[in-house]
């Protein structure tokens, strides 16, 4: 499928989207539920940009066309939702993929897309377009696919509260991801790539490889439960702010009033 945008001069090419919603698409309900992710054998991602686009305009030209206007993420198109995630873990997941952490595995193909396209975005570009994600509201998870809730409370206070907290927002500190505004068919299959080590096999991605490692002895149910729990944690605490993200705010409000005052000093008597 190609996707041409000439008033930018941009030309963005996806040759295996096509493939994979369609695979997708053509999948039952039943199958939707249990299939481990299509292995498409050589899926081609190529993305010419300009170099001086504004961020903005990269995440509608570029982002949006699989994660969604309002980063709400894609089913057919294996896209996640990101918007709302803190923009350190989207910088840290970008590192990823630029540095062949993420997105190399052939048992990957929606994460070979993701490779291909971050690679080929200017890196002094990265912070600014984490920003924007960051701000977006957040599409709390729901829990679509099933599962029991209570079993999945017991396994993720088991082996997923450590990192990613009680609240399941994760945590800066342990470089833990948010869960709770992950859709559950993504969460499901993440899980299935941990699993597996088709995400986290690489021993130098230290996250990644203990997720791998803490993921080896969970099964289909209790992954299915472990996200229905997580749509729970979504339903109380998408829409409260942590201790930690209160004062983070109150911090950032103090940091703009000091620069205003600054920018309000004449120009001889500024630091």
Same mark, same amino acid.
């Given at each position: 499928m190609y996707l041409e945008y000439n @008033? *930018?001069?941009?030309?963005?090419?996806?040759?295996?989207? #096509?493939?994979?919603? *369609?695979?997708?698409?053509?999948?039952? &309900?039943?199958?939707?539920?249990?299939a481990p992710p299509t292995v498409i054998t *050589?899926?081609?991602? !190529?993305? +010419?940009? /300009?170099?001086?686009? *504004?961020e903005a305009n990269l995440f509608a030209q570029v982002c949006a066309n699989?994660? %969604?206007?309002? %980063?709400?993420?894609?089913?057919?198109?294996?896209? /996640?939702?990101?918007?709302?995630? /803190?923009?350190?873990?989207?910088?840290? !997941?970008?590192d990823k993929f630029r540095?062949?952490?993420? %997105?190399? @595995? /052939?048992? +990957?193909?929606?994460? !070979?897309?993701m490779h291909n396209i971050i690679t080929a975005i200017d890196a002094s570009q990265i912070t600014g377009l984490a920003k924007i994600i960051a701000a977006m509201p957040m599409h709390p998870t729901q829990n679509v696919l099933g599962g029991d809730a209570q079993k999945g409370n017991e396994v993720f206070m088991e082996i997923c509260a450590k990192c990613h907290?009680? @609240?399941?927002?994760?945590?800066?500190?342990? %470089?833990? &991801?948010?869960?709770?505004?992950? !859709?559950?068919?993504?969460? =499901?299959?993440? #899980?299935?790539k941990f699993r597996k080590g088709i995400r986290g096999g690489n021993p130098a991605d230290e996250k990644g490889h203990k997720m791998h490692e803490?993921?080896?002895?969970?099964?289909?149910?209790?992954?299915?439960?472990?996200?229905?729990?997580?749509?729970?944690?979504?339903?109380?605490?998408?829409?409260?702010?942590? =201790?930690?993200?209160?004062?983070?705010?109150?911090?950032?409000?103090k940091e703009k009033q000091k620069a205003a005052r600054q920018n309000a000093l004449p120009e001889e008597l500024r630091k």
């Open positions: @008033n *930018s001069k941009m030309k963005f090419v996806c040759l295996v989207l #096509l493939s994979v919603s *369609s695979f997708v698409l053509g999948l039952s &309900a039943a199958e939707k539920k249990t *050589s899926p081609t991602a !190529q993305a +010419d940009l /300009p170099q001086n686009i *504004s699989c994660h %969604g206007k309002k %980063g709400e993420g894609s089913e057919a198109l294996k896209a /996640p939702s990101i918007a709302g995630l /803190p923009s350190w873990y989207v910088e840290t !997941q970008i540095s062949d952490l993420r %997105g190399t @595995n /052939p048992e +990957d193909p929606a994460g !070979q897309i907290r009680f @609240n399941g927002k994760g945590e800066v500190v342990f %470089g833990s &991801a948010p869960l709770i505004g992950l !859709q559950d068919w993504y969460i =499901r299959s993440q #899980l299935y803490m993921t080896q002895y969970l099964s289909d149910e209790q992954a299915a439960d472990v996200t229905a729990y997580i749509a729970l944690l979504a339903k109380k605490y998408a829409n409260t702010k942590s =201790r930690r993200e209160r004062e983070f705010d109150e911090m950032r409000k």
